[in-house]
T-cell receptor, first 113, second 111 residues
Framework: GAGVSQSPSNKVTEKGKDVELRCDPI?????LYWYRQRLGQGLEFLIY????????KSGLPSDRFSAERTGESVSTLTIQRTQQEDSAVYLC???????????FGPGTRLTVT | QKEVEQNSGPLSVPEGAIASLNCTYS??????FFWYRQYSGKSPELIMS????GDKEDGRFTAQLNKASQYVSLLIRDSQPSDSATYLC???????????FGKGTMLLVSP
């Protein structure tokens, strides 16, 4: 079946602009995660959605970051007033629930100039 | 404090050898353990999952879990140059809703 998809694959934006990143999880997966990976660094957890429960936002680095998910479908990560330190690959993953394997999408490479 | 620790490497092995990758974790109540492979410029790819003590084999890969020692390892037999990548250990720590990832070990397999 289809894996996790993300769009766009690459995004170049000017400092101060807002960006939206999209994630389409594997069908039937109730859990969805966003991570950030800066160049040469490890995975940094951002936010987690599980079904209709309140999301775990504990990893969001500032109030410029927000994310939404409608039911068990697509999620959008929004970064407002982008800064150069936001440049990274943003990865989305989904799983059947929190105890199971996470499957990653190809990521969105964000470059803030 | 939640921690998953890996040696950053690089771990260099010759083609055909066994590569041994290790991971320790801080929480004795951890429940689920995963190994991911990440090629440069690509997203992590799931290789193995292990949930109970002992060994789990899948092809050239064997995951080993020792909950008493809070230790999980990945063995790669007959290593190939195509195995050269960063290997990430991920643990579902008790009380946390998400996986905690180690920073990864870079493996280099020389022909």
């Amino acid at each position: 079946g289809a894996g996790v998809s993300q769009s766009p694959s690459n995004k170049v934006t000017e400092k101060g602009k807002d960006v939206e990143l999209r994630c389409d999880p594997i069908s039937g997966h109730t859990a969805l995660y966003w991570y950030r990976q800066r160049l040469g660094q490890g995975l940094e957890f951002l936010i987690y959605f599980q079904g209709n429960s309140a999301p775990d936002k504990s990893g969001l680095p500032s109030d410029r970051f927000s994310a939404e998910r409608t039911g068990e479908s697509v999620s959008t990560l929004t970064i407002q007033r982008t800064q150069q330190e936001d440049s990274a690959v943003y990865l989305c993953a989904s799983s059947q629930d929190q105890f199971y394997e996470q499957y990653f999408g190809p990521g969105t490479r964000l470059t803030v100039t | 404090q939640k921690e998953v620790e890996q040696n950053s490497g690089p771990l260099s092995v010759p083609e055909g050898a066994i590569a041994s990758l290790n991971c320790t974790y801080s929480d004795r109540g951890s429940q689920s353990f995963f190994w991911y492979r990440q090629y440069s410029g690509k997203s992590p790819e799931l290789i193995m999952s292990i949930y109970s003590n002992g060994d789990k084999e899948d092809g050239r890969f064997t995951a080993q879990l020792n909950k008493a020692s809070q230790y999980v390892s990945l063995l790669i037999r007959d290593s190939q140059p195509s195995d050269s990548a960063t290997y990430l250990c991920a643990v579902k720590l008790a009380g946390y809703s998400t996986l905690t990832f180690g920073k990864g070990t870079m493996l280099l397999v020389s022909p």
